[in-house]
């Protein structure tokens, strides 16, 4: 899919705006020129997904106080602001270029930021099962190298052994970088309830199918958390639908939340998974898996769930399993919670 053109704001022309409207015309098309945050905001509701580049390289105080208000008036669109040495940007952007800088760095971020954002859960179940795939085999045959070259029969091939083992290493490096990058995408954290997370879960379970919400007994100790409530409520729905569906049409799943020490958060969620088998609790996080296990379509993500939790500083694991009995905790630690180290 293509970028959409930018949107640039430039409250007073210059021969460096000149070129910097030049140089992204060049490479993503017409853009649209605003000279007020008011034409900003009119721009952009014409062009989805369209950054806006605020080139305040030459701004006055005046015009400096309008670009402040961009943020208020276009609350979802990604900012880019171009400042002069020593010349602050506003704080709301997401983004910021202090001269001297390429013009070609200007574009390539109105590339990246148009493109339309990758669901939630496909990256981490790409990079989960990158790991299971090719991390898992990879692991083998280096153990098996590692064996292999202290067999003194092979010693003639031992150089041979060596390049074998870089490069697997080489292989194996780049598949950590993938799952790291998946847990160690960026959060938009805000102030909200831990309450507020779960009620939202409930409405996206009622949402999918409306009687679901009916069968979750929540129970919340509250707590006041900063986090992208959004991802987490996501998360937890995936969690307890799949949880919902492993067990019968009218078996209950029982929440639990609140602090499980001084430095964490828990969400405990027990539920009965008759449909699983003995070994889900080893397994249940393993790319694909959960999902086949019951037969499911496309659509629930529970390693996406785990990465949401990740990404947070926290965790998503089986606590337990017994018999036909599932507990699965959602951690947060305190840090990501109050906002100050415990």
């Not at 031992?158 to 960026?186: C, F, G, K, M, T």
């Not at 009687?211 to 307890?240: F, G, H, I, K, N």
């Not at 969620?269 to 694909?288: C, G, K």
Request: with cysteine; proline share 8%.
């Amino acid at each position: 899919m293509s970028p959409m053109p930018a949107v640039v704001l430039v409250p007073v022309h210059s021969p460096a705006s000149a070129a910097l409207l030049s140089a992204l015309s060049a490479g993503l098309g017409e853009v649209a020129v605003a000279r007020s945050a008011e034409e900003a905001a009119a721009a952009c509701a014409g062009r989805p997904r369209a950054p806006a580049v605020l080139d305040l390289r030459e701004a006055d105080a005046a015009a400096l106080a309008d670009a402040h208000r961009v943020r208020r008036l276009l609350p979802d669109v990604r900012l880019l602001a171009l400042v002069a040495p020593g010349l602050p940007a506003p704080p709301e952007c997401d983004a910021v270029l202090t001269e001297p800088f390429y013009l070609v760095e200007v574009v390539r971020w109105c590339a990246r930021a148009s493109v339309a954002p990758v669901a939630e859960g496909l990256l981490a179940d790409l990079a989960a099962g990158l790991s299971h795939e090719i991390g898992n085999p990879l692991q083998a045959l280096l153990l098996q190298l590692e064996l292999l070259a202290a067999d003194e029969r092979v010693a003639d091939i031992r150089e041979h052994l060596q390049l074998i083992e870089d490069s697997s290493r080489r292989i194996q490096a780049v598949v950590r970088d993938v799952a790291a990058a998946a847990e160690r995408l960026p959060i938009a954290p805000a102030p909200t309830r831990l309450a507020e997370v779960l009620r939202d879960a409930c409405e996206h379970l009622a949402g999918r199918a409306p009687r679901l919400p009916e069968r979750v007994a929540v129970t919340c100790e509250d707590a006041e958390l900063s986090v992208e409530r959004p991802l987490l409520a996501s998360a937890l729905a995936d969690l307890w639908q799949y949880l919902l569906l492993a067990g019968g049409p009218s078996d209950v799943l029982a929440v639990q939340a609140g602090a499980a020490d001084p430095g964490t958060l828990a969400i405990r969620a027990a539920a009965r998974v008759p449909r699983l088998p003995a070994d889900a609790a080893a397994r249940l996080f393993t790319p694909l898996w959960a999902r086949q296990a019951l037969g499911l379509p496309a659509g629930l993500s529970l390693t996406g769930a785990r990465a949401a939790f990740r990404r947070h500083g926290g965790e998503l694991r089986v606590l337990e399993q017994r018999g036909t009995s599932l507990t699965v905790e959602a951690l947060l630690p305190r840090l990501c919670a109050s906002g100050v180290a415990p």
